[in-house]
């Protein structure tokens, strides 16, 4: 067997070692365990990947693997990774109480909803959808970063800027995702979603390995010239992006920790309530009901634009994929509130009437 098959099963082992090992933060997040107790989390992702890129650049240095390594054995990474998952997802649903919704959803959607291993003081040791993140993003942004290296050593002198940029953007979402670990532990992944073939196989093999496939498709071609005020505008709706998911998940995540909080000092807190139920409609979430989901689309359009080929396909996928993902989820996600909040829910809606697209969806 290549070792390229086993790359992902390395790159996974090392990010649990280094999580196990390295110093965390222990927060409590949002959901509840049966105990009715908010689950705690410990939290060091930023770190682990630090500690993963000094190696990686170590060993690269040192000639151990080549720089584009991982853009090398990319379709053998991919394979291992897909095994992985399937792997995962028998062992994490397979042991687990049925739903009763039949084994094939089960296997999907998974029957176990925040599955955590603790330790003899009751502290969370690892958290298996945090984990699950953890090294879908360390293993894209090693992947984007090979896959960097192999247009640079493929073209030399003449590396797309581009591709730089690219790059550039994609390390600083995976580092921002990193950052800001607790702000995601009030988001719907973890409140709504249990953990089965979706999450699991998704964040193993998915995640790290088709984020980044425009860089995939285009890394062995030459620089397209791309004008630079079209870089500086394909930059522009990447961070136009960023401040729309980010902002809006600050502001939630603000409003259910310190719900009389200022978001940067600035935008005010209100919301539409009823007993202990109240529902935020005001600074980004104002503008539309789901408006963090158009800012993961800007910034994947402002990605796949910045590599300056406009009318190749591959790279849309990207794109496409998260239009595909968050409009069925907008759906779910309304369904599943005004089941929850009733008429409050519909009192909210008239507030803020846009689903996603301000004043359009």
Request: charged content about 15%; aromatic content about 14%; proline content about 6%.
């Amino acid at each position: 067997m290549s070792p390229g098959y086993l790359a992902p099963l390395v790159v996974d082992a090392a990010v649990l070692a280094l999580h196990r090992l390295l110093p965390a933060r222990h927060v409590r997040g949002y959901v509840r365990g049966s105990d009715g107790k908010r689950l705690g989390y410990r939290l060091n992702g930023l770190g682990v990947l630090l500690a993963v890129l000094v190696l990686y650049a170590a060993a690269g240095r040192q000639g151990l693997i080549p720089w584009d390594y991982f853009w090398q054995v990319r379709w053998e990474g991919l394979l291992g990774a897909c095994a992985l998952g399937v792997l995962f997802t028998l062992a994490i649903v397979l042991g687990a109480k049925p739903t009763g919704k039949g084994l094939l959803v089960d296997l999907y959607l998974g029957r176990r909803e925040n599955p955590q291993w603790v330790g003899k003081d009751g502290r969370a040791l690892v958290d298996a959808k945090m984990y699950l993140y953890l090294i879908g993003a360390v293993q894209l942004e090693l992947n984007v970063l090979s896959f960097a290296a192999h247009q640079a050593l493929a073209h030399p002198g003449a590396v797309s800027p581009g591709a730089l940029l690219y790059t550039a953007l994609f390390s600083f979402f995976v580092c921002d995702y990193l950052l800001f670990e607790e702000v995601h532990l009030y988001t719907y992944d973890f409140i709504a979603e249990r953990l089965g073939f979706k999450l699991g196989w998704g964040c193993i093999a998915f995640y790290p390995y088709f984020y980044g496939v425009g860089l995939w498709a285009v890394a062995d071609r030459t620089d397209p010239h791309t004008p630079v005020p079209l870089l500086v505008l394909y930059v522009l709706v990447f961070f136009v992006g960023w401040v729309l998911s980010r902002g809006a998940n600050l502001q939630k995540f603000l409003f259910k920790t310190r719900p009389e909080a200022k978001l940067l000092g600035l935008i005010a807190p209100e919301a539409v309530g009823e007993g202990q139920h109240r529902l935020l409609c005001s600074g980004f979430w104002r503008l539309s009901r789901h408006i963090n989901y158009l800012g993961e689309i800007l910034m994947a359009v402002g990605l796949t634009l910045v590599l300056g080929w406009p009318l190749s396909p591959v790279p849309w996928l990207y794109p496409l994929y998260y239009v595909g993902l968050l409009l069925p989820r907008q759906l779910d996600d309304d369904r599943r509130c005004e089941k929850k909040y009733g008429a409050l829910w519909k009192e909210y809606c008239r507030r803020v009437p846009s689903r996603i697209i301000p004043g359009l969806y």
